[in-house]
């Protein structure tokens, strides 16, 4: 298995990590690693989360192996997906996430969005975009981070239940089954049991459907949390036999 979900400096200038503090990890890690550097394209902040692919690679070349793939991590954000396009198909990355980190112009990541809109407003928008941003550029391997709210909500409950959201979730699995992607499962949430729980109940409806193929992601941007909660996502993947997968040069590896 590997962890497919994971930031360094200077790449991803929100990451506490830097890539020898990963290979110091590896060395003693059961599990290959993804990194997965973030680009969200238009979003203005105190950080910038864009790279240099070109510096990047060139970096990070020589240190490219069957255990340390160099993927991306891509902001699905309207007005940019050629953009998004151009890059994807310019530069060799072992592995594309797609993300949707922005919504209606907020970064959800920010509490402004959750200050601004009830949480049930909050998370229909978020779906919803998920499932025009899929629809509208679906060239990534795998749809990170499904409960992404939930990490930053302040909402007495942040949990996003099935019975909720049923619909929405069962058109965004049935786009990525039909469009042969995978839905990662991000590990990051996975040390509480409600999350672990609701989470569960997600995967559910992906399995029902037919999803099979999954990817799991630490989403680490300090080194401890490389493949953090690991064993819990294991448990996951055998109670639905869900097969784990990787991609290298863009190819699905089971
Ligand atoms: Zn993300
Ligand atoms: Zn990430």
Redesign the pocket.
């Known amino acids: 298995m590997f962890d497919t979900h994971i930031h360094t400096l200077p790449f991803s200038p929100d990451a506490h990590q830097t890539i020898d503090e990963v290979l110091a990890v590896a060395k003693s890690c059961p599990y290959g690693m993804c990194l997965t550097e973030h680009i969200d394209y238009g979003v203005s902040g105190n950080l910038i989360f864009e790279f240099d692919p070109e510096e990047y690679f060139k970096k990070y070349r020589s240190y490219r192996s069957d255990k340390l793939l160099l993927g991306v991590?891509m902001g699905l954000i309207p007005g940019e997906l050629n953009h998004v396009k151009e890059t994807v198909d310019k530069f060799p990355f072992d592995m594309v996430i797609g993300?949707i980190?922005v919504v209606d112009g907020y970064d959800i990541a920010l509490k402004e969005y959750y200050h601004t809109h009830t949480k049930d407003e909050a998370y229909a928008k978020y779906l919803d975009a998920m499932i025009d941003m899929i629809r509208k550029y679906h060239e990534f391997d795998t749809l990170?981070?499904v409960d992404?709210v939930c990490r930053y909500c302040d909402y007495e409950d942040p949990e996003l239940y099935v019975s909720d959201y049923k619909e929405a979730l069962e058109a965004v699995f049935t786009f990525l089954i039909e469009n042969n992607k995978c839905l990662e499962l991000n590990t990051r949430r996975l040390n509480n049991k409600t999350a672990i729980d609701t989470l569960r109940e997600i995967m559910r409806v992906y399995h029902h459907l037919g999803g099979r193929y999954i990817t799991v992601g630490s989403?680490a941007h300090y080194s401890k949390n490389i493949a953090v909660n690991f064993k819990e996502a294991e448990k996951m993947i055998n109670e639905f036999n869900f097969i784990p997968v990787y991609f290298k040069e863009r190819k699905r590896i089971e």
Request: no cysteine.
């Open positions: 991590e993300s980190h990170a981070h992404y989403d």
